[in-house]
């Protein structure tokens, strides 16, 4: 599917893609982590504090342009309806997401 307008799909939509996005990237760094963290356990390293600040860092700033992007550059055209409408989903399908993988973690923990 080519989406050659970001225009054409609603803010139910485009909350929901964006909210994937997200909840894709946090399991990528999670795991990313959860690979690194045995190479940080073998060395006396000071390396370990510096690695999770700046990856925490950068994962914000990577984070906030997924969530605030599109809802930012619609509030900057004086859209507000629309911009806070985005918002709005975007919050509601990424808490869906929340609920949905501490129900996961549950379910496996028992």
């Excluded at 939509?13 to 982590?33: D, E, H």
């Excluded at 060395?43 to 992007?69: E, H, R, T």
């Excluded at 055209?77 to 129900?103: H, N, P």
Aim: proline share 3%; aromatic share 18%; hydrophobic share 60%.
């Amino acid at each position: 599917m080519k989406i050659k307008n970001l225009e054409n799909l609603g803010p139910k939509y485009l909350g929901f893609i964006q909210a994937s996005v997200l909840f894709l990237y946090i399991f990528l760094v999670t795991s990313f982590m959860n690979g690194i963290t045995p190479l940080f356990q073998k060395a006396d390293s000071a390396l370990a504090p510096l690695v999770f600040i700046m990856l925490f860092v950068i994962s914000a700033v990577i984070s906030a342009s997924m969530v605030l992007g599109r809802a930012g550059y619609l509030f900057w055209e004086k859209r507000y309806a629309e911009a806070f409408g985005l918002l709005k989903w975007t919050i509601s399908w990424s808490i869906l997401y929340f609920v949905f993988a501490i129900l996961i973690v549950s379910a496996v923990s028992y």
